[in-house]
């Protein structure tokens, strides 16, 4: 069987150092590991408008900045086919069919559409869109028979949706659909990447990211801003490293080999933690290490984004390209779709 990547983005705003570590490090690996046959990534647009109905702009504006994400993280338009989700309508045809196999009441178990609800005071009017993108989340990772989905933890119950959608497909209409399996980072620390401000999750929509298109001078602001202990008052007071969101990103983007470079009073982090658990290694110098390692990861990553975005028309040609190319795939897999349900009567 071939295997296959799908994997995607919202285009709600730029893309941050949560996506990078939860998804968009992964998938570069993955794709220059020439392990899969094909690699799909889709720019969300559609289901970004499933909470954004108001503001198609934000939506429309986003969509070259995240492609711009990609491509200056590493993402190649040679190896990996980039893909605007609302300009392939066989996605949405599918959703309709899906919509069939999945209850109200199973879309509302859904814990992290559960959140988001909350998190948008949705919960009196819920856009019926919103409820159901899990359904068209099924669709866009059905269409290209993905074997694989590199995402972070909050798509877990995504996955799980799709993977029943996938087998009540499959019992009722015969042997079609493929099911996906979700491939999380093995770093914990990736899974979830928290704010800067400490909050469960670094995101958008909150204020509390480090963005990959941020200034050296953006990033350093806000890693010293960061919030950490609030009991590790002075140098000498013992410090906490859970929960602890400077440590976390250490354990997420630090290596041995940054200690060498810029703390050699260290071997590792394990042994920075223990300074800090004990007592006497102050915020400050943790917080100027950790910016080092994150100049180091991005500095390259914002020189490729600033050649990019002097040609902005060759960025919409390689999505273009990539749409084009994805949509023969979907509609290849709704005919089949179609053929298996007996739908096709002409
Ligand atoms: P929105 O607030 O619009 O939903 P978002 O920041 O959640 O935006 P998405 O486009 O929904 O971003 O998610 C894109 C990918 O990034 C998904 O695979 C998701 O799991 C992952 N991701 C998002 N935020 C984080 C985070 N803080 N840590 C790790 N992975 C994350
Ligand atoms: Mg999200």
Known sequence: MKKVILTGDRPTGRLHIGHYVGSLRQRIQLQNSGEFDEIYIM????????????????????????????????????????????????????????????????????????????????EASIPVGFLAYPVSQAADITAFKATTVPVGEDQQPMLEQTREIVRKFNSIYGETLVEPEILLPDNKACLRLPGTDGKAKMSKSLNNAIYLADSEEEVRQK????????????????????????????????????FERYLPEYKNLDEMKAHYTRGGLGDVKVKKFLNAVLQEELEPIRRRRKEFERDIPYVYEILRKGTEAAREVAARTLAEVKKAMKINYF
């Open 223 to 258: 890693v010293m801003g960061m919030f950490t202990d609030p009991n590790h008052i002075r140098v000498t007071d013992p410090g906490r490293v859970e929960g602890n969101p400077v440590f976390t990103y250490l354990d997420a983007f630090c290596r041995d080999e940054h």
């Open 43 to 122: 720019i969300a647009d559609a289901q970004a408008l499933t909470d954004n109905a108001e503001n198609p702009e934000k939506v429309r504006q986003n969509i070259v900045e995240v492609a711009l994400d990609y491509l200056s993280c590493g993402i190649d338009p040679e190896k990996s086919t980039i893909l605007i989700q609302s300009q392939i309508p066989e996605l949405f045809e599918l959703t309709a069919y899906y919509m069939n196999l999945v209850t109200v009441s199973r879309l509302q178990r859904n814990p992290t559409v559960k959140a988001e609800i909350q998190m948008r005071n949705f």
